[in-house]
């Protein structure tokens, strides 16, 4: 593996672990700001302001969540990327430990740029494959929710 294919994954790796606990002002540590993104749902978005507010939207209403990324394939071109991980992303209700969960399986596909503070996503599409458990747990998407809180 290149030095350039360990940063992604490391990159991805962190991803994860900012999107479960919920540490929000770190996005940037993992995406560009000027990152566009389609998450299987709607249509495509641009900027991290925006991308925050979608996440929070439907994060913040669980309790624990657990994103796991395997089946990491990297092609690396001089300063840009692309790679595509599966993901499995369980879900469960605020102040609920025992209660139930969602889990939701995909794949992530990633377009990367090397910029000066290193690796940044600036683009992610999402695809979703299984849907197993609560759906109550997640939030329906209401675009006006999300967006309000982006502007």
């Not at 992604?8 to 606990?21: A, Q």
């Not at 770190?26 to 566009?36: N, P, T």
């Not at 209660?99 to 503070?117: A, C, H, K, N």
Request: with cysteine.
């Amino acid at each position: 593996m290149s030095k350039d294919e360990q940063e992604i994954t490391r990159v991805l790796g962190h991803f994860s672990r900012v999107i479960d606990s919920k540490a929000w002002e770190r996005l940037e540590e993992v995406f560009a700001a000027d990152v566009s993104f389609h998450y299987g749902i709607g249509e495509d978005q641009h900027g991290l302001e925006l991308m925050r507010s979608l996440f929070r939207h439907f994060l913040d209403r669980c309790g624990g969540t657990q994103h796991l990324l395997g089946s990491v394939i990297i092609e690396v071109d001089g300063h840009q990327a692309v790679s595509r991980a599966y993901v499995q992303a369980r879900h469960q209700r605020r102040n609920d430990p025992g209660g139930p969960i969602l889990d939701t399986s995909g794949e992530y596909v990633d377009r990367w740029e090397r910029r000066p503070q290193g690796w940044r996503i600036t683009r992610r599409d999402a695809s979703w494959s299984v849907f197993s458990g609560d759906m109550t747990l997640l939030p329906s998407l209401s675009e006006a929710d999300y967006v309000k809180n982006a502007e």
